[in-house]
């Protein structure tokens, strides 16, 4: 859209953050402009985050299943997979719902405008790649996100086998060996990718365990399957050295034996993401950063600066789709002049894998370091009917309990659906839930549901079919 000389709200980056925000500042009656550098609205979420990423991982775990299978007397025979219908698939995923969002901001009349916005001056923009490069405004969001930190010596933009995750999404091929540095969720759910497409995977990680924000006993069940699924795993483990060849990466990995080296097609890296502020020009406004860069905010998300608010993974926390669009929200309404403010008491965090493993709230070992009193309810899958009939034994929901309330702290779920059964933790923390709420809600039989309403009856006694 063309940019007028002034807006009331500047809104920079069109991810889940920046486009949320620039909805609700419309339906407050403001006049919104969302800028983004990308050619596609959606920023990393949609074009290389979690929809290319889910997208994927639904085919793989298809392919999980028909594997499953043969304990149930069905077998498959090796899949055929066409990576370029693969890509396409995914990428047709990507456009409908980016294409969605476009037609989402025309019919609520926000402004979309394709620049690089740089701060310069009170309450003003450069937009970099418009016909008019200047803007004013009255409060600006900055809702920037992300981007993957590197290692050391590595350079994604000029290297052919180093990746990172939205190289890794790319899927341009299927190499015959993957290493994947960094054992969070996106080197766990990338390595099940390509593993599940035929690469042989090994991954590194520098802690003692897996997916370290998650408790232990959540995460034993997708540690054993990432076991057999992968080559190898190794913990304790940092990745010292790489160097690219036309053909394969030399890696030298240090871990507590000493160090050796290995070859591998393609290394993924996956050791977290670092906020994207760096070209703001931030020292022309009062907002404030923390030493690793991420803008500080308070409880409304307004920055240092009293005109400009930040949202999304720019400013830290979880760094999560969901999170972003609800501080989104209460940005523009903030803005609006209501007394909002983002206070949520659990943002869900999934992991899509196979298992897939989802917590929310407080988990065990969180608790154990606040020196929190809690007491921790656990009910295996192995006492689901459902479960068993979906072969899945090796499930569990936990929940973290008040111990002289009841009150729902926490919950916990390792298996499949987990993605969806967490919303039920979340909603019971969200209103004050105690155990016996869950436990006397009428959950549907046979459902893996009914492990949430089992496992709130241990607080009380037994439940119907464990303890
Ligand atoms: P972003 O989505 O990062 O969007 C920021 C946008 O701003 C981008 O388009 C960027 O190009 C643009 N921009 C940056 N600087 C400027 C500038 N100066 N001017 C104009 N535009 C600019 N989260 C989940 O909740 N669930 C998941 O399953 C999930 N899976 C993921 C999988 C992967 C592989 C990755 C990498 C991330 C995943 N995430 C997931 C995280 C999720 O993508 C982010 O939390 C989310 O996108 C953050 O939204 P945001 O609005 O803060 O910013």
């Not at 969180?366 to 656990?378: F, G, H």
């Amino acid at each position: 859209s063309a940019v007028p000389e002034r807006t009331d709200v500047a809104v920079i980056g069109g991810g889940p953050g920046g486009y949320a925000a620039a909805f609700e500042a419309a339906a407050q009656g403001l006049d919104v402009t969302l800028i983004s550098d990308d050619e596609r609205i959606g920023g990393v979420c949609l074009l290389r985050g979690c929809i290319p990423s889910k997208t994927l991982l639904h085919v793989t775990e298809l392919l999980h299943a028909t594997q499953d299978a043969d304990t149930m007397g069905i077998a498959f025979q090796r899949p055929d997979i066409d990576p370029q219908a693969l890509r396409n698939w995914k990428d047709q995923v990507i456009v409908k719902l980016t294409d969605g969002l476009a037609g989402l901001c025309k019919q609520r009349g926000v402004r979309l405008v394709r620049a690089r916005a740089h701060f310069a001056g009170k309450q003003q923009l450069h937009l970099e790649g418009a016909e008019r490069d200047t803007l004013d405004y009255g409060h600006a969001i900055i809702a920037t996100g992300s981007r993957p930190m590197a290692l050391p010596d590595v350079d994604f933009a000029t290297s052919d086998r180093i990746m990172d995750s939205t190289d890794a999404l790319a899927l341009e091929e299927i190499p015959e060996s993957l290493l994947v540095v960094g054992g969070g969720y996106i080197g766990l759910e990338m390595g099940m990718v390509y593993q599940a497409l035929g690469s042989r995977v090994t991954l590194v990680e520098m802690a003692d365990r897996l997916m370290v924000n998650a408790d232990a006993d959540l995460v034993k069940p997708l540690a054993s399957k990432v076991e057999a699924l992968f080559d190898a795993t190794h913990l304790k483990t940092r990745v010292s050295r790489l160097k690219e060849t036309r053909k394969q990466v030399r890696v030298t990995l240090e871990g507590e034996d000493g160090s050796r080296d290995r070859n591998f097609e393609r290394v993924l890296v996956a050791v977290g993401r670092q906020p994207n502020t760096q070209d703001l020009s931030l020292d022309e406004t009062d907002v404030v950063c923390d030493d690793q860069g991420f803008i500080e905010v308070d409880d409304q998300r307004r920055t240092g600066d009293e005109c400009i608010y930040a949202i999304g993974d720019v400013t830290g926390g979880m760094m999560l789709a969901h999170e972003a669009m609800h501080e989104g929200k209460v940005a523009a309404r903030a803005i609006a002049g209501h007394s909002a403010k983002f206070d949520a008491r659990a943002v869900p965090a999934v992991v899509y894998t196979t298992p897939q493993l989802a917590w929310c709230g407080f988990t065990e070992q969180q608790a154990e370091r606040d020196d929190i009193d809690i007491k921790v309810l656990r009910f295996p899958w192995q006492a689901s009917g459902r479960a068993l009939s979906m072969g899945t034994e090796d499930g569990m929901t936990k929940l973290i309990v008040e111990p002289h309330s009841g009150r729902i702290l926490g919950m916990g779920i390792v298996g499949p659906q987990a993605e969806s059964l967490i919303a039920e933790g979340a909603l019971a923390i969200e209103m004050g839930a105690v155990a016996e709420d869950l436990a006397l809600t009428v959950h549907p039989h046979p459902t893996l549901s009914e492990t949430v309403g089992e496992c709130a009856e241990l607080f009380l006694g037994q439940a119907t079919h464990y303890g």
